[in-house]
């Protein structure tokens, strides 16, 4: 019995990373210096040229080799233990619903701080006035 491997695609590796980083194809078409239509070529090709895999690459700001050997399963994994192991409090992608500080009390002093330099203003004005 014989198991079918994937073929290493690199054009819908690319796609992929291009769409796990928030990236439509025409941001990636602007940074490469090319039509949409070129990047929609590159994403449908299962080979890809090396200085043209490193310039994607440099666009995507990931590695040659990152894209090479890119997994579906393991980008999935690694999110999902990324989310299980966050904590109530939030982690860097949810901060939580509760703030660390009370933004009454930084409000009143910034307040406090601005009043003290105004009352050094005053202070400093009546010392030259009455030098004169």
């Known amino acids: 019995m014989e198991t079918a491997t994937k073929p290493n695609h ?3 590796k ?12 025409e941001t990636l078409a602007d940074a490469l210096g ?8 590159i994403e449908q090709s299962p080979e890809v040229e090396d ?13 040659s080799e990152t ?11 690694y999110f999902n233990n990324f989310y299980d192991n966050s904590s109530s409090q ?5 901060q ?4 660390t500080f009370n933004p009454l009390d930084k409000v009143v002093e910034l307040y406090e701080r601005l009043l003290q330099a105004e ?11 009455k030098e004169k």
């Open 51 to 63: 200085d043209k895999l490193d310039k994607v690459a440099k666009a995507l700001n990931v590695s």
């Open 119 to 129: 009352k050094d203003k005053i202070e400093y004005l009546e010392k030259l006035m």
């Open 10 to 12: 690199i054009g819908r």
């Open 67 to 77: 894209i090479r050997n890119f997994s579906e399963e393991l980008a999935i994994n």
């Open 96 to 99: 939580g619903s509760f703030a």
């Open 90 to 94: 939030g982690n860097s992608f949810n």
């Open 14 to 25: 690319i796609s992929r990373i291009r769409e796990l980083r928030g990236m439509k194809q």
């Open 34 to 41: 090319i039509s949409q239509q070129a990047v929609s070529k």
